[in-house]
């Protein structure tokens, strides 16, 4: 962060990992700031829990708000990691000044355009840098770091982060010889049945990714509330959510009855739902799943349902109607956003 931050005319400076209510206010004391906020309240909440810390803090401040990434005040306060609940403080949601980003969250009074700028890169250059011929299909998916399996402190994220992404690969294999994969994150996954199909690029800055993204033909994901979901919608490249709502405790469970599936269960089992991988975060997130055009603008399919994700992928990557409702919906979820205004505009406003 202090490096995005360089050469903009901020004074920058870090507080540690440590408590850090009492050097947020030794801070607002020394600066005297117009306005604080906490970006974000989880992280905040969630910190002064860990080092048992109260939040009374607050309290001393004059002007606070809070970025609210997840709004919890439709979530709940609890994350479901698998067979984990991680309840976050109540103190979470204290706050009159709240900011929600959209996408993903519903827009309400709290809410603000988060959608990236439009980048108007020529499709053909990001194509280029990826190697992928004008007859080919541009398959793109996009994993972080926090998604790595050295990551995970609980043993069921470990091994979905070490299991799934064979899984993935199986499924990019079925697809017809004119399907290019190309992976952008922070380690190769084991794609070997691509063989020269599979393009695996390191994190990039975020205009090469964009020149990348603008030359996909479709964008996969499996997070719900992945930033390179904007990144699509504003490209209007087409995307697959790959999420899973089951869970399997063994392989020989009855509803298996894909012998691939069986077999990667070996190892993989015991599986649970996600929206987030490797995390889980099904039932936390499934209020922004109800009434909101974010849906809408997604094809959601089940990561376990070979056939049904390797069709989708076939058929929103090539002219379809499918494709052009997925791409409509976008378009309109776009427009709506762009209505939206902006965080430093609610920011000044609190300022004043």
């Not at 499924?171 to 922070?186: D, M, N, Q, W, Y």
């Amino acid at each position: 962060m202090t490096t995005l931050l360089e050469g903009l005319g901020f004074k920058v400076g870090t507080l540690g990992l440590g408590p850090i209510d009492d050097a947020i206010v030794t801070a607002a004391s020394s600066f005297r700031p117009d306005l604080i906020v906490l970006a974000d309240a989880y992280v905040v909440f969630m910190n002064l829990a860990k080092h048992n810390r109260h939040h009374s803090f607050a309290t001393r401040l004059d002007k606070i708000a809070a970025l609210d990434v997840w709004d919890l005040t439709r979530t709940g306060l609890s994350w479901d990691l698998g067979d984990v609940q991680w309840k976050i403080p109540p103190e979470a949601l204290a706050f009159e000044r709240r900011l929600v980003p959209v996408p993903f969250a519903i827009a309400d009074s709290a809410a603000f355009a988060a959608l990236p700028e439009a980048s108007g890169r020529d499709p053909r250059v990001g194509r280029a840098r990826c190697n992928v011929g004008d007859d080919q299909r541009m398959l793109l998916i996009t994993t972080a770091s926090w998604q790595r399996e050295t990551f995970q402190w609980l043993g069921p994220q470990r091994r979905s982060a070490r299991t799934l992404p064979a899984w993935i690969g199986s499924v990019f294999a079925s697809l017809p010889e004119s399907f290019v994969v190309v992976h952008i994150g922070p380690e190769r996954w084991p794609f070997g049945a691509l063989e020269e199909r599979y393009r695996w690029l390191p994190q990039c800055q975020p205009d090469v990714f964009r020149e990348i993204m603008s030359g996909a033909d479709v964008h996969v994901t499996t997070n719900l509330v992945a930033r390179s979901i904007g990144e699509a919608l504003r490209a209007a490249v087409p995307i697959v959510l790959a999420q899973s709502s089951m869970s399997f405790i063994t392989a020989d469970d009855p509803r298996v009855q894909d012998e691939s599936l069986r077999t990667w269960l070996r190892a993989a089992a015991p599986v649970q739902p996600f929206r987030v991988w490797p995390y889980g975060l099904s039932k936390f997130l499934e209020p922004h799943t109800r009434g909101n055009p974010y849906i809408e603008t997604l094809r959601i399919v089940e990561v376990f349902d070979a056939a049904g994700f390797r069709e989708a992928c076939i058929e929103l990557a090539s002219p379809s109607t499918a494709r052009d409702a997925v791409l409509a919906a976008g378009a309109r979820y776009v427009a709506a956003v762009d209505r939206l205004p902006l965080a430093a505009q609610r920011l000044e406003q609190w300022a004043a």
